[in-house]
């Protein structure tokens, strides 16, 4: 069990502030109890890059999300990996209350308050259900910096996948759409990611095919325009302020997602393969 006198030794060692340290060492043995778990493979973890010295420099994730990709019922699921947690975060010292279950998507989130070193620590875990066919997780040796490099074996969601879930309900509902969300994730995804066109045309694909949403000239069209949209604009402003943010742009967010889209989308009213990788430092393709 950690100490107040080891978060400051290792704040020193690592220049990250104590703060972040402590909540890191949350993170980081959430996500190992995951990876330790007898049915680890179903569990695949989304945004593993919210892991490591780099990051945990800047701020610390207070939030995990996985995706529960077995065969069980998720509501038995459910009930067991809350216990599974609770039993472990006491195994490992921490005081631990669950604050708040409340519903996520078509799972739910754990709002928990870890008392660490007699300090509070706010954490939040989410499982959804996946609802992805012929998807597979990338698999990931992962070190955990606050537990002597310890390397641990897990599995990611794909984030080409992600993107393709966000795409969806951007190129569904068009001027229609209240969450201003789905264009801000894309942009972080595609601001950060090397990403396979191929991969994203096949999972955005086979979700326009479930949701009965065709891939037609006229869809590209309305949304190859919003950058001028004032009302599009204006949803997006809306989400900054509420974010205290004052960028980016609308302009620079829909520019960048229409230059990722367009190549895809075309491939798919085709119905052709599209082979391309994103370069998120260039923000284009290389063909």
């Avoid at 493979?41 to 999300?65: C, P, T």
């Amino acid at each position: 069990m950690i100490n107040e006198a080891w978060i400051k030794t290792k704040s020193q060692e690592l220049d990250i502030p104590f703060s972040h340290i402590l909540s890191a060492y949350v993170l980081e043995t959430t996500v190992r109890i995951f990876a330790e778990l007898a049915d680890a493979k179903d569990f695949w973890l989304e945004d593993s890059d919210r892991l490591g010295l780099d990051v945990y420099k800047k701020s610390v994730s207070e939030k995990v999300r996985y995706y529960y990709t077995g065969g069980k019922a998720f509501k038995e699921i459910k009930e067991r990996i809350r216990q599974d947690l609770l039993q472990a975060y006491e195994k490992e010292g921490f005081g631990v209350e669950l604050v708040s279950e409340e519903k996520e998507g078509q799972g739910f989130r754990m709002s928990f308050s870890m008392e660490v070193c007699d300090m509070y620590v706010p954490f939040r875990v989410s499982l959804l259900p996946f609802g992805g066919e012929h998807i597979f997780p990338k698999e990931e040796n992962l070190r955990l910096f606050l537990e002597n490099n310890k390397t641990i074996g897990i599995y990611a969601y794909p984030v080409e996948q992600i993107a393709a879930e966000h795409l969806l309900p951007i190129v569904k509902q068009l001027e229609l759409l209240q969450d201003m969300e789905h264009y801000q994730k894309l942009y972080e995804i595609l601001s950060k990611y090397p990403l396979e066109g191929r991969k994203v045309q096949e999972s955005l694909g086979a979700l326009c095919r479930k949701d009965h949403v065709k891939c037609s000239a006229l869809v590209w069209e309305s949304l190859s325009g919003y950058g001028t949209y004032t009302y599009m604009e204006k949803k997006w402003k809306s989400l900054l302020r509420k974010e205290k943010k004052k960028e980016p742009a609308w302009q620079e967010v829909h520019g960048l997602i229409c230059r990722f889209l367009e190549p895809i989308w075309e491939k798919l009213m085709e119905d052709q393969i599209f082979f391309g990788d994103w370069m998120p430092q260039l923000g284009r393709f290389l063909d």
